[in-house]
Every structure is written in C-alpha cells, then in structure tokens.
C-alpha cells in the first residue's frame, strides 16, 4: 500500500531544468577547443561550439509564479555569474 503522504510530496514537487550559457558577446575558450577537436576528429560540418552547464532542481512547490521566483533567485544568487552568463528555466 502507498503511503498517502508520499503521493502529497510526489504531487507537490516540481521539476525545473535551468540552462546556463555564456553570453553571446563573451568568449568561449573551451567552447573553441571542443569545437576545434570536433573538427580534428573529422565532423567537418560542425561549425560552432559553446558551452554551458545544466541544473534539474526539484521543488516542494504547486504554484508556478512562486517557484518561478525561487529559481529566479537561485540563479542570480549561485547559479550564473549575471556579467558574463544567461540563463533559461524551463518547468517539466
């Protein structure tokens, strides 16, 4: 039997994936050099590289506005460096 708790916390939850990239204007070493060994490795019809980190975070939230804000703060607080990175949320 599942607990009914369980279900609560499950139903509460959501899932939120955060993107953060460089933006376009900054410079991307690593980018270069992953791009610059793709094309060594002979994917010649690769033109570009950029790269970017990736955060899936779970939140004991229903109400999207509120839970938008707390990712919002998250990012600009640990997540990004807002100088030079950009940020996407998308919910699941």
Not at 65 to 92: G, H, M, P, Q
């Amino acid at each position: 039997m599942v607990n009914p708790k369980l279900l609560t916390l499950r139903k509460n939850k959501l899932i939120v994936s955060v993107t953060v990239t460089l933006k376009k204007d900054v410079l991307d070493p690593q980018g270069k050099v992953v791009n610059q060994t793709i094309k060594n490795m002979n994917y010649k019809n690769v033109t570009s590289v950029r790269q970017g980190k990736y955060f899936e975070i779970q939140l004991n939230e229903t109400n999207k506005e509120r839970a938008k804000k707390i990712i919002d703060d998250i990012c600009k607080k640990l997540l990004t460096n807002v100088v030079i990175e950009d940020y996407s949320v998308n919910f699941k």
